[in-house]
């Protein structure tokens, strides 16, 4: 700014009056610098002529002589031509640049790519394997739901079998009684009726608790349904009285079938 300042105030002192020969010495050295720098074409060339005539320029803003220097007129002679140079040089440097950037970029995009498709990858992996582990656990859940409504479905059939049997006998029981006090003579001391039981019955159709006009498949419905309820792999207190009955409801329907 110091250089500025003193280029300013000299430079108006010298002008006033303006030496002639002075001038005309300068301009002599201006222009024929200024031809002679025309002629180099090579951009290395010009731009160390242009930052030569700036040098001396700047050089001669410090000094107390402006006008009489010849390096003024030299600086300027040299660095005119090529004015055009700093924008070339500010294109191609501002190019390199670009260049430059969009190589690192791109290099960076290379090394982390591979991190990136890994990444993928291992997400979608972990999404698939979450999928596949809710999947199982809904299979698992909805399985252990139907056993246990299987199950609950099964005990209760068996219940009211039971009870519907136990119903039974106990109605056969009672006419049995019945007809055995009507029978019974009076000197004859009372014995103990014998008690009944569906499965001591010879009629297959009382057995598999059914009427003689069921058809072949209300008889294959009702064995299959005594079937699960009497097997012996479904009670731990009574496995031989379930073989029993079991033997004998498969005899049945073995008759009947």
Do not use: C
């Not at 106990?170 to 003579?185: L, S």
């Not at 009702?222 to 031989?240: C, M, V, W």
């Amino acid at each position: 700014m110091a250089r500025v300042t003193n280029f300013i105030t000299v430079l108006s002192d010298e002008l006033n009056p303006l030496p002639i020969e002075i001038l005309l010495g300068g301009s002599l050295w201006f222009f024929a610098l200024y031809f002679i720098s025309r002629w180099f074409k090579a951009y290395v060339i010009r731009l160390l002529l242009f930052i030569v005539g700036v040098s001396l320029i700047y050089s001669v803003m410090g000094r107390s002589h402006i006008i009489t220097s010849v390096d003024l007129y030299a600086g300027l002679g040299l660095a005119i031509p090529h004015i055009e140079i700093v924008e070339i040089t500010y294109l191609i440097f501002r190019e390199r640049t670009l260049f430059l950037v969009d190589k690192i970029i791109e290099l960076f995009y290379l090394i982390i790519s591979p991190f990136i498709w890994g990444y993928q990858k291992l997400s979608y992996i972990f999404q698939f394997l979450q999928i596949k582990q809710t999947q199982r656990s809904e299979k698992k859940a909805e399985k252990e739901y139907y056993k246990e409504e299987f199950k609950r479905e099964q005990e209760k059939a068996r219940a009211e079998e039971q009870a519907r049997y136990d119903e039974a006998d106990i109605r056969e029981q009672n006419k049995r009684e019945y007809r055995y006090k009507k029978k019974e003579k009076p000197q004859q001391p009372k014995e103990e009726p014998k008690t009944y039981s569906r499965w001591d019955s010879s009629n297959h159709y009382e057995v598999l608790g059914i009427s003689e006009n069921s058809t072949k498949q209300e008889i294959k419905k009702a064995y299959r349904n005594l079937a699960k309820i009497y097997h012996p792999d479904l009670t731990f207190s009574k496995k031989e009285e379930y073989t029993v009955i079991l033997q004998k409801i498969n005899k049945a329907y073995e008759v009947l079938k």
